[in-house]
């Protein structure tokens, strides 16, 4: 965007919305017209291409947060590619930014997006026009009478995301991270061709794997100074955040920001009583790092009072609980800083999610090949969501319709052996392409940018991720060490505590809000009225989670994660889709005090 060197920082738009192909200039206008709020710079195509212009091959791009004066002016001239739009998650313009939008030979289009997947990018056709936006719900402004997908809403209850190239939207796509998708126009018969799709890169395991323990240290050290050098360039004295919980991944990025000198700011999640606090790790890197730390409340009422602005800051329902309390960490931090740094894509480069499970079920796959459940049904079960209860948590119509929907489709290629034979590559491959590039990276980057702030993960570096693929296994799994050579490289970096502490995910204590302080709020939240009326999801659902009687493996920690994915759904229906919100009903237990509930599922039983 732009011919701005690389490392400077640049005033960009936060979103964009546009168009291109063979309709009336007029219609699209008033199209893009009702997008308030918004600056719109108009691109006519040169007065060279006259054939262009008599056939009406339009564009325009509406962007979205700044002022006129910072959006590029091109000029299209023939036999060029030419960007019409970019945005980067981290506000530095590269040689690659994360979504791009380019016009080529002004007769062809195409959308690419960078392969960590931090910033989304989607798309609608209509008619001979293709839509494009960096955002879903400026793209639900211009479609007349949007729908729910099932196939979205049905991998969204499997995973917690919707899976792409689907959105929840009927006919809205998102561009796959790591691909691009080219549009060629056939100006005689004034028709756009079928999107053709590109690779940009694949996650491969090199063919020689460095396995001497000193020499991978040294490089990896060398390789995570590179990678926040390169996302440090533009800052001068001004102070950045950094999201740090006390695990291994943030508190390694708040020891590479100090050894750069950078002036960061630690900010972490307080969430009371409930679950198991992890602050006081995170007070002893601060402590070590000799860096502020700034607690943010998470309890209870906060959560509520954020949830409605999370729902809508993400744009897509992203139904893990750790997105509000990251919402409350861009809030406090944006009241100091412009620029937030994570530890976001340690887990996928460094095999951090407990991958022994996995690679026990594929030794004993290819012991047993007659097995029932395959490989790749394992790996969904990692996803602890809906998938096998389909059943009993949809209206029969619905569950009719998703008959000839396989969830293993949508994760096949990630964990596509052709391109890792090693166990522990495929599924660091499988990782980056599905947890990481649908999931973590995009919602990171929604709440970050729905409060101004410029989101940068030194996880997410090329060079650093391509040299992963060069490590052997065993130097990432170590007997029961995950991680083992990362450690390695950062132990004198950190308190041995911090380092060597077993892996545990954020103690968000969804199941404990659930069944105590938002007991209420579920009655209203998952009323039986309000499913009935949607006519998606079983009335009664909640009430059977919340009992335990959804699933034997929906117990403790799990019935707080189902009923929380339920939730996000039907927030997001409601506060971005647009659906109406219908009457509610009484027929459900949440109206009881809870202690009272108890007592009467005591005695029914």
Known sequence: MGNAEQGEKIIQPLQFIGYWGYGKRCELETSLSVIEKTRIHSYKLSPFDSLSESYSLIWNVAYIGFS???????????????????????????????????????????????PFGRVPLYWTQQGQVIWFASRLQLLLMIIEKPEVSI?????????????????????????TAGTELVWQSQLEERKLSAPISQRLLEWREASVQLKDETTVVKQLQTLLQQSIERQISDLKDE???????????????????????????????????????????????????KIPLVKVDASPRQIQKAIIPTVRALDLPFGDGVTVPLFLLAQKASQETQVIFNGEGGDQLFAGWANKPLIAASVYQTENPSRTETFIQQYLRTFHRLWGYEAQIYQPHIYEQIQNLHPEDWISEALNPNYCTAILHRLRRASLMLKGAQNIHPRATALGFARKLFVRSPFCDL????????????????????????????????????VWRQKRGMGVPLT?????????????????GKLHAENRFSPHLASQIAAGQLGGSIQGRFIGEILWLLIVWQLWREHVFGEEASQQSFDHPFWLPKQLWRLQKKWQA
């Open 151 to 175: 196939p979205g809403l049905y991998g969204y209850s499997c995973f917690s995301y919707v899976p792409n190239p689907l959105t929840p939207v009927t006919q809205v796509f998102a561009v």
């Open 68 to 114: 006129e004066d910072s959006i590029p002016k091109i000029h299209l001239q023939p036999h060029r590619t030419e960007q019409i739009a970019a945005l980067s998650a981290s506000g530095i313009l590269t040689d690659l930014p994360d979504i791009w939008v380019n016009l080529q030979e002004k007769n062809r289009l195409i959308l690419g997006r960078e």
């Open 512 to 528: 404990s809000w659930c069944l105590n302080e938002f007991w209420y709020e579920l009655g209203k939240w998952l009323n039986p």
């Open 463 to 498: 060079p650093l991720a391509e040299w992963t693929f060069q490590i052997s296994g065993e130097l990432y799994l170590q007997g029961v060490c995950e991680k083992y050579i990362l450690k390695r490289a950062v132990e004198n970096w950190l308190p041995p505590e911090i």
């Open 239 to 289: 102070p950045v955040g950094v999201f740090l919980s006390g695990g291994l991944d943030s508190s390694v990025v708040a020891a590479l920001l100090v050894r750069a000198g950078v002036n960061a700011i630690a900010y972490t999640l307080d969430f009371g009583s409930a679950g198991i606090p992890e602050y006081p790790y995170a007070e002893i890197v601060a402590q070590h790092l």
